[in-house]
C-alpha cells in the first residue's frame, strides 16, 4: 500500500507517484520555497523560517515542544511501537497490519548480512570515524540493487529496506573492527535493534537494553525539514537515486551543528563530576562565552519532546539495576539539568533555551556500552529510515529543488595581459 489517494504516473521507465490535488498537498506555484515579505529577498540565514516542501511525514512545533510522526505524536509512539513499525508508517502511510509487520521483519533480517564489497570498505576504514565509515559503505549498497537507478516506489521501498537493515550492521562491524575485533554476523531472529547490540557485543543484549535502543531509533526516525533530510530530498529532486540520496544526507548528518553534541555532553558531566559543583561549573562557561551541550535548539523554545522519551528511557535503564557508574552517572545528570536550566534563565533571560535530545542521547548510548565516537552513526542508524521517506516523498513530488542565489560578486571585469 502507498500513501492513500495517491496515484500512479509513468515518466519514460520510471513509475513516480502523483499527489492528490487536494489543497493541503498543492505545491506552493511557483516557487517551491514559501518565503516570507519577498520571494527573492536574500536571506542570511541559510533558509530560515522557508518551508522548503509540504510533507505527511513528521512536524515539528517549536512552540508547543511537539513532533508529530506520520500523524502519531512522538510520546503516542515512543515506546509502544517497534522501530520496524515506524518505518513502515513512514514508508506506506499507515502501521502495519501483523502480517504485513511479520513479512517486513522477515524482509529487514533477509537483508542484514553486508556483501563482500561494503565488508570490505567497513575493514579499509577501520581506523576513520564511525561516521565516514558509514557513508563509504552506504555507496556500495547500491551493488547490491538490481537496477541502483530505478526510482519507481517499488524500487525505493526496496532500497528503504535494504538501507535501513544494513546501517546497523555496518556500525557494528566498524565498531568492533577500531576496537581490534572481528566482525559478528547478524541474527535473523532478533528485530533490528536487538541485532545492533547483539553484533556490537557479541552476546544478546537484555530486554531493557534492546527497548531502549528500539525507542531511541523511533524517537529520532524524523524530524521535519532537518539540514541531512532536505540534503537528501535535494539530490531526490534531481531524480537521483535513493542510494545517492542517503549518502549525501549522511554528509550533512556528519557536521557539528547538525549530527550533535552526545559526547560533548558526556565530558561535562564527567567535569562537572558532583552535582554541588554544577553551579559553579556552568556558571564559569557561560562567563566564558562558551556554550551548555544538550541544551537549546533552533526550533525548539520550550522542552525537546525527544529529550522527555529519552529521559524516560534512562530512568527505566537506571531503575533496571544497571552498573552502578551509570546509576551515578543519571542521577549527577538530573541534578545538572535543573541547576544549568535555572543558571541559563537567569544568565540568558528570554532565550528560552531548554534541554535538547542530545541530553538523554548521550546517557542512554553510553549506559549501552557504546562509544561516543559511533553516536552519530548510531544516531544515522534511526533516521535513515526517515530519509528513505522522504526520498519517496520527494520522488512522489517529482519536481527539481533550485532556490537561487543573489550575487554579491564584482561585475564587467576585463581579461588583462592575455592575447
Ligand atoms: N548554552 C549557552 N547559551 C546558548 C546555548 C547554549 N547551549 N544555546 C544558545 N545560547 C545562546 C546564544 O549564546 C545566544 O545568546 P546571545 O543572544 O546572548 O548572543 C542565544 O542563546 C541564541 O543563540 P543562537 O545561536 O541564535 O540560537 P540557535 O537557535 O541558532 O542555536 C543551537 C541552536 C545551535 C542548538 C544552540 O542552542 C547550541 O549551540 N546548543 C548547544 C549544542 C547542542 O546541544 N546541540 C544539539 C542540538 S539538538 C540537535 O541538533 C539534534
Redesign the pocket.
Known sequence: MLWKGLSRLVYGQNEFVALPPCAALRRPSPPLFVTGPSKTAPKKGGLDGVVAAQTRLSHVDGQAGQLIIGGYELKELAGRVSFEEAAHLLWRGALPSQDELAGLQREIAALRALPDEAMHVVRAAATTPPIDALRMACATLSLDLPRPDDISPGADIQAAKLLTARFPTVVAAHARLSAGKEPIAPRTDLPLAANFLYMVHGKEPDPIAARAIDTYWVTVID?GM?ASTFTARVIASTRSDMVSAVTGAIGALKGP?????PG??LDMLKDIKSADRAEPWVRN??AAG?????????VYKVR?PRADVLSKVADAMGAAGGALENRKLFDLARAAEQTILKV?DEV?PG?N?RT????FTALVLQALGLEPRSFVATFACGRVAGWCAHVIEQHAEDHLIRPQSEYVGPRNLKVEGRS
Do not use: S, T, W
Open positions: 524530524h532537518n551543528l547538525h549530527g550533535g553534541a560533548p555532553v562557561e557561560l562558551r556554550r551548555i551541550m544538550g541544551f537549546g535548539h533552533r525537546d541559563l540568558k532565550r533555551l535538547n535530545v542530545e541530553f
